[in-house]
């Protein structure tokens, strides 16, 4: 099996570039992620295939994408109207591009309205936010007839098989492919980034299926992840229990602000610390908001299922207090 790995330049600049890579078996080759729709990237994937193969791009037997991100999925119809190939991607991820994905973001949204983020900071994630502006794009790849992948499931480049694994809490429907040593594992696992996990429904636990998908990976000896973004993760196991002890802290730091009478959600979000150029919650962006919020919520919420805290409405508020036993 030969990998190797494409830096494709996405408008995001915290992150500046997306992570693709080519797989080539004994004849067969793949495409892990599509890139995002963007003239800039798409050139850059375009020429670095065709340096990387003869026949470029129209070479690529199969694409995969890990999961529902812009900068992951967006691209694809891109590559599709210069070579039409077998596109793929993981079963519920896909189930909700096809449900209609501006829908979810709206419901991401009206989520974190019922928690009781103020109108206007939705307003400006609304207006700030890729979704709203990829719309026409998602729904392009909805009509693609994109497959869907479950767990389990393997894809054949002759000589070796990507296994499919479920790996849940990114996106629900985030997948990883696994060849022998190595795994690809989008974002899901990444290395010196925390991966967003976000709540996007009320009732959800998207951290609770995030450390489930950690623990697997934890059970991993021996295996390198080649992942979204920067460099390769050489130990898979030992940085899934990197990020299980992050979100150990993380809830205890959440437990400890709601103890300490900070209850309503949107101020939880504004007292943690964020990881971010930004020197205060008013100067960060729309966009690094939008996930600041939602992964608070999700570690509200993991809280809440944890029995270490409860959601009370008080005055409509919606507050989270230490759970009274
Ligand atoms: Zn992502």
Not at 132 to 151: F, H, Q, S
Request: proline share 5%.
């Amino acid at each position: 099996m030969r990998v190797e790995r494409v830096r494709v330049p996405i408008p995001i600049q915290a992150l500046g570039h997306v992570n693709a890579y080519i797989v080539e078996g004994n004849g067969k080759a793949a495409l892990v992620e599509a890139g995002m729709y963007w003239a800039e990237g798409f050139e850059g994937l375009a020429r670095a295939v065709s340096q990387a193969r003869k026949g470029g791009l129209c070479s690529i037997n199969m694409i995969i994408v890990t999961h529902f991100h812009v900068d992951h999925l967006t691209g694809l119809p891109l590559i599709e109207a210069v070579c039409p190939t077998e596109a793929y991607m993981g079963e519920r991820d896909l189930a909700t591009i096809r449900r209609g994905f501006t829908g979810y973001f709206s419901s991401v949204l009206e989520t974190y309205s019922y928690f009781g983020v103020p109108r206007l900071e939705l307003d400006e994630m609304m207006k700030h936010h890729w979704v709203p502006r990829l719309a026409k794009i998602y729904d392009e790849v909805a009509d693609m007839g994109v497959r869907p992948l479950r767990g389990g499931d393997k894809l054949s480049l002759d000589d070796i098989d990507l296994r499919v694994l479920e790996v849940p809490g990114h996106t629900p429907g985030h997948i990883a492919l696994v060849a022998g040593s190595i795994a690809f594992t989008g974002d899901s696992l990444l290395g010196n980034i925390t991966p967003h996990v976000i709540l996007d429904g009320p009732e959800g636990d998207p951290l609770g299926a995030y450390e489930a998908t950690l623990r697997l990976y934890a059970s991993m000896t021996g295996v390198t992840a080649y992942a979204g973004h920067r460099d390769p993760v050489p130990d898979v196991a030992s940085r899934a229990q990197e990020l299980l002890e992050h979100h150990r802290s993380r809830l205890a730091e959440v437990e400890a602000l709601l103890r300490s009478g900070v209850q309503e959600p949107y101020e939880v979000a504004k007292r943690l610390r964020w990881r971010t150029r930004a020197q205060s919650w008013d100067s960060m962006s729309p966009y690094e908001r939008y996930f600041a919020i939602g992964e608070t919520l999700a570690h509200l919420r993991r809280l809440e299922v944890e029995g270490r805290a409860e959601r009370v409405e008080i005055n409509g508020r919606i507050l989270f207090r230490p759970a009274q036993h």
